[in-house]
Nanobody
Framework: QVQVEESGGGLVQPGGSLSLSCVFS????????MGWYRQVPGKKRELVAS???????TYADSVKGRFTISRVHVGNTIYLQMNDLKPEDTAVYYC????????????????WGQGTQVTVSS
């Protein structure tokens, strides 16, 4: 079993900053790519940022220059630093990891966090 614990999020004024973190624990054998998605009601979940095992990062155009994704291999933790937040960043943010377990080390699948609400409003 893989446990996922997200933290961070909350209410912030436009122009403010928030930091999200996510820890993957349990029976993990290997983690490849990790990432953050977000979703607003009535819309598809969209990729915000992703990071490879070699720490190469990719960002959605809408967050480039404002958000920074990072990961720590020890502890299997991923972070999202969000600066200069805008009302359109309001969404539920989900972390994800493409990983395998010791029970099935060659079978990779997506594991998701429970989601954390980010609200940007004055």
């Amino acid at each position: 079993q893989v446990q996922v614990e997200e933290s961070g999020g909350g209410l912030v004024q436009p122009g403010g900053s928030l930091s999200l973190s996510c820890v993957f624990s349990g029976n993990i054998f290997r983690i490849n790519d990790m990432g953050w998605y977000r979703q607003v009601p009535g819309k598809k979940r969209e990729l915000v940022a992703s990071i490879t095992v070699t720490l190469s990062a990719t960002y959605a155009d809408s967050v480039k220059g404002r958000f920074t994704i990072s990961r720590v291999h020890v502890g299997n933790t991923i972070y999202l630093q969000m600066n200069d937040l805008k009302p359109e960043d309001t969404a539920v943010y989900y972390c994800t990891a493409y990983a395998s377990t010791w029970h099935a080390p060659t079978i990779l699948q997506d594991y998701w966090g429970q989601g954390t609400q980010v609200t940007v409003s004055s």
